[in-house]
């Protein structure tokens, strides 16, 4: 991929609920910290934000229902087309956002199989730094995405530090590799069919109708009855 061809989708996902919002500023920073990266070694790319605590309510219901629509549609199908995401939560009481958690509830198990993952959180105390590594790392691995290796943590006393710039760098550099290596690609090219995808799920190879309803199987044989017709 160059400059003269379609560009990186950036997705970055921030469930910060304060206006403004230091996980939001996190987020943004780290996104034009990618996006320079990216530039830097010759390709373009977009950036699309969703903000989580104004579709709140949408997810919640999603959840209850296990239908989600609307704009919380919307949020999914922009994390299925993402070729990178950055994800920023707030941490409260040693653990990610709650908000945060119920979105990420909500996609397909292969929604982001082998896609790359930058990881950032904020806290009010330094204590909560471990939080990305215990809890963050863990459910991105669930999912068989491709975490960067460094990830980013801020709590106030770090906004002057000229280490958490550097940090920031680290991680936005070692993103645009994964992204624009192809390696991401093909590792879910090698095991696609192996992975367990949902019937209609939101991933793109994962789309299903009933035309993929495998009819000749001795339980639908079974369900139609011996000579084809419905058992009674």
């Keep these: 991929m160059s400059l003269g061809e379609a560009p990186v989708r950036i997705v970055v996902i921030g469930a910060g609920t304060s206006d403004p919002s230091t996980t939001r500023l996190l987020a943004d920073r780290t996104a034009q910290t990618t996006v320079t990266a990216l530039r830097g070694s010759g390709h373009n790319a977009t950036v699309r934000v969703i903000e989580l605590a104004p579709i709140g309510a949408e997810i919640i219901q999603g959840l209850v229902s296990g239908f989600p629509s609307g704009p919380v549609q919307d949020a999914i199908s922009f994390v ?51 939080v990305i590594d215990d809890q963050l790392r863990p459910l991105f691995a669930f999912f068989r995405a491709m975490p960067a290796p460094t990830s980013v943590f801020a709590a106030p006393e770090d906004w002057a530090s000229p280490e958490l710039g550097r940090r920031i760098d680290r991680a936005a550099a070692e993103l645009a590799v994964l992204t624009t ?3 991401g690609r093909a ?13 209609g799920g939101n991933a793109t190879r994962a789309a299903h109708s009933g035309d993929d309803i495998a009819l000749d199987t001795e339980l639908m044989r079974l369900a139609r009855g011996a000579d084809g017709t419905p058992a009674q």
Aim: glycine content about 8%; proline content about 3%; overall charge neutral.
């Design 187 to 199: 590792i879910a090219d090698a095991g696609w069919s192996r992975y367990q995808h949902s019937f």
């Design 80 to 130: 299925a087309q993402a070729d990178a995401l950055i994800v920023a939560t707030p941490v409260y009481k040693a653990g990610v956002s709650g908000l945060f958690k119920s979105f990420v509830d909500l996609l397909d198990n292969d929604l982001i199989v082998a896609k790359p993952v930058l990881l950032a959180a904020t806290a009010g105390t330094g204590r909560h730094s471990m």
């Design 181 to 183: 290596s192809g390696v």
